[in-house]
């Protein structure tokens, strides 16, 4: 069939932000849509005019509904509400209130008696429309339910979420009727990190995925993207991951935390291949836009554009030592760029359709296209003159990938098979054969042994090199996987999700407390040692019992990943901040939530009472510090200064000062009652993760990305002592009860313990298996325990 022209028939103005929701009315005369900037309007459909506006939401309006009669409109919004309105008096007849996050969807029954809604807080509520009291709450998704839809004879609710399942419920007793899974598309790129323990995988489902190797399990999902996720690479030191997508931009990730770094915008479609410069320094960026585009790494700024090719650049690779660039391109042409000047060096005209994949061989000599003209073309590149030409696919070769010490060339095609080349003599070595359909990537662990490819049947295979086997298959993506990345410095892990304990006394593991269904993120003792709280990735809090072991509570009420907590200095409460941009305050006694403190426009990631209990102070993505009243729940004031995000808050032993480490590399101390900031720490040559002052506040000790441990003089500022020892990022830091002695626990999975006035490491503890995320010391008995916690992989998330 032909293209059909489309017009415009009428085009609405009024909102003044965007709109997310529309609706039309049963007998289509009237038209409400829902906005960015909280209003509802309602449209006359054939003037184009606005009849009215609905104000009463005080945040974003995500969904509009009208009754089946059309005389009642109901509304759903970041405020977490739910409104009903009276469409003929133009007022609000009730607001329904019972969701903990935001409301995505709104239905009404067909008889108009129910009204189903569903929010961010993972739930499906149904409603009783004429007294605005809640009928029944359905839980079962374990994501945000973006869709409710009643069946025509309203027997049935139909639910969508992003836990990429569709639900069946009964809608009178909200009774689970079937779960339906199915999502099948194929997987277009691989690749192994350095060391070949892990793989990344970027997806149609607008993730990015990240496995271990070892164990065949997916390890971490980093999600961001509005589209498919075309193609990943990390850094060369493994701390960077950049990825681009159909939503036309270029993002870098920080994998130690899994957020987000940079957003690079400037092309104008889809984005097809990104790949780091071997400093580190600079990703480039191919495009559907017929663009090449250089990009600075620390500032995320455009550096340079290059253009040449007449239509899709389909892959772009720099050369081993950095100097060159090379592209393949829809246009069947190969281009050789210098990376310092920006300008073209040669053109490789040789295929006769799309060049897919471009490789270097690792001494930099030669370059390797793989084209859909079923060839693969060897060039010299001090030359540009072509060495061989590869026949053997029966169609397009889409991905090619030299061994790393340059003897063999792999190849994966259409064809569904994997071609193994002599790349000195151009015969064909071997044919692997195992994958169901195309094949879109293939890559090489750095030691040459194995070899991945990942496939349109939604699998990544690996094969042993020497035997020509298929040793593992990968099935866990959804959707389609475009490429995967290996990165280097994540060891291969056996146990996670734990929290240990170690006797000083000793210097070894005396107890491990398991629980936790996802990664722990923070530990805190009570000020009597007898109670230990953590928090974890699952959403829940658990409280232990430090003498029995037992778990004596679970806190539910988070809607998204627990950051961190601290207990009042009597006991009673705890505090705990999440990714949900939430604090809320427990009783510990009866084990229910107390008060929820909202303000925070971003993830919460530290909590800290001071010393009296009256005053809780509260760190965030938002770059923010907030202090709260702890009786009324009030927020007193906010610090602004950081201009990053904020780790960690920690208040000195008088409660008179508060110290904050950022993402800025800086710690500030601020008086308390003033909110004034006196001092400005600068010395940390990355940004700071944990800030603790010293039980007499004459020392403040904080941890780094830098690696290091910095002793400061609390009075003046200055800087007392660097200690050095950890390999990687010192995540937390705790003093003892006397001051003398100084806990650390780092990525580099160590906990180092070291003498304060002579800053040298009295010992190390060894026995996490991964990144050590927090530090915590009993107060009241000696030898004194240190409370270490666990994760299997990195969020920021």
Not at 711 to 720: A, F, H, I, P, R
Request: aromatic residues 8%; charged residues 20%; proline residues 2%.
């Amino acid at each position: 069939m032909g293209c059909q022209n489309r017009r415009i028939k009428s085009q609405i103005d009024g909102h003044n932000n965007t709109v997310l929701s529309v609706c039309f009315s049963p007998d289509g005369n009237i038209l409400a849509s829902g906005s960015y900037d909280n209003s509802i309007r309602i449209w006359d459909v054939l003037s184009g005019q606005q009849k009215a506006q609905l104000d009463g939401h005080s945040s974003i309006v995500n969904t509009v509904c009208f009754s089946y009669e059309g005389t009642t409109l109901a509304s759903g919004s970041y405020d977490n509400s739910i409104n009903i309105w009276d469409l003929k008096k133009q007022q609000q007849k009730m607001k329904l209130d019972g969701h903990s996050d935001y409301v995505r969807s709104v239905c009404f029954s067909p008889d108009g008696t129910t009204l189903a809604s569903g929010s961010n807080d993972k739930s499906i509520r149904l409603w009783n429309v004429k007294t605005g009291e809640q009928k029944v709450k359905i839980d079962g998704h374990n994501n945000t339910v973006l869709s409710v839809c009643f069946s025509p004879d309203g027997i049935t609710l139909a639910s969508g979420s992003y836990d990429n399942t569709v639900r069946l419920w009964e809608a009178d007793t909200g009774q689970q009727k079937i779960k339906l899974i199915g999502h099948l598309y194929g997987i277009y790129s691989i690749s192994f990190s350095p060391d070949g323990t892990k793989l990344a995988s970027g997806s149609h489902d607008k993730s990015i995925r990240l496995w271990d190797v070892k164990t065949k399990q997916q390890q971490v999902q980093l999600d961001g993207h509005q589209g498919g996720v075309y193609s990943v690479c990390f850094s060369h030191n493994g701390f960077t991951l950049a990825s681009g997508s159909n939503d036309k931009s270029v993002r870098l990730w920080d994998v130690n935390t899994g957020q987000q770094i940079a957003k690079l915008d400037g092309h104008s479609d889809y984005v097809r291949s990104v790949c780091f410069s071997p400093d580190g320094t600079t990703v480039v960026s191919g495009s559907f836009d017929k663009s090449i585009r250089l990009w600075d790494v620390k500032t995320g700024k455009q550096k340079g554009k290059l253009d040449g090719h007449c239509n899709i650049v389909y892959s772009v690779c720099f050369s081993p030592d950095g100097i060159k660039l090379a592209s393949g391109s829809n246009d069947k042409s190969i281009r050789l760029w210098d990376v310092k000047t920006r300008q073209q060096q040669m053109q490789l005209n040789g295929h006769i359709n799309t060049v897919q994949s471009v490789c270097f061989s690792p001494d930099g000599t030669t370059l390797a296209p793989g084209s859909n003209d079923k060839s693969i073309h060897q060039w010299d590149i001090k030359t540009g003159q072509q060495k061989a030409k590869l026949n053997g696919h029966q169609f397009g070769v889409y991905s090619v990938c030299f061994s790393p010490d340059g003897t063999t060339l792999a190849s994966g095609s259409y064809d569904k098979s994997i071609f193994l080349w002599d790349v000195k003599t151009g015969s064909q070595k071997a044919k692997l054969e195992g994958h169901s359909d195309y094949v879109s990537s293939v890559c090489f662990t750095p030691d040459g042994t194995t070899l991945a490819s990942a496939c349109e049947d939604n699998s990544i295979c690996l094969w042993d090199i020497k035997t020509q086997k298929l040793t593992a298959k990968l099935n866990s993506n959804t959707c389609i996987i475009y490429q995967v990345c290996l990165f280097s410095n994540s060891p291969t892990l056996k146990s996670h999700n734990s929290i240990s304990l170690f006797d000083f006394s000793i210097q070894q593991q005396n107890a491990q407390k398991d629980g936790h269904s996802d990664h722990v993120r923070f530990v805190c003792f009570t000020y009597d040692s007898s109670a230990l709280a953590s928090c974890s990735d699952d959403t829940f809090i658990y409280i232990w019992d430090v003498k029995t072991g037992l778990q004596t509570a679970q806190l539910n009420g988070h809607s998204s990943i627990v950051n961190s907590a601290c207990f009042s200095p009597d006991g009673t409460t705890l505090a705990s901040c999440s990714h949900d941009k939430t604090i809320r305050l427990w009783d510990i006694k009866k084990r229910q939530q107390k008060l929820q403190l909202d303000g925070h426009s971003n993830n919460v990631l530290s909590v800290c009472f001071s010393r009296d209990g009256m005053i809780l102070a509260s760190g965030s993505d938002d770059k923010s510090i907030r202090i709260w009243d702890v009786l009324s729940g009030q927020q007193k004031f906010q610090l602004d200064g950081h201009h990053n995000i904020v780790n960690s808050v920690s208040f000195s032993p008088d409660g008179t000062t508060l110290a904050s480490g950022s993402f800025d590399n800086s710690i500030y101390f601020w008086n308390v009652l003033t909110g004034q900031q006196t001092i400005k720490l600068d010395g940390h040559n990355d940004f700071v993760s944990s800030v603790c002052f010293s039980p007499n506040e004459t020392i403040l000790a904080s941890g780094g990305n830098d690696k290091s441990i910095r002793l400061w003089e609390v009075k003046t500022g200055s800087q007392k002592a660097k200690l050095d020892g950890h390999s990687n990022q010192v995540r937390s830091v705790c003093f003892n009860p006397d001051g003398t002695t100084l806990a650390s626990g780092s990525y580099d999975k160590s906990i180092r313990i070291w003498d304060v006035q002579s800053g040298q490491q009295k010992f190390l503890l060894d026995g996490h298996t991964s990144i050590v995320y927090s530090v915590s010391s009993r107060l009241m008995e000696l030898p004194w325990h240190l409370v270490v916690l666990i994760t299997l992989s990195v969020y920021g998330i």
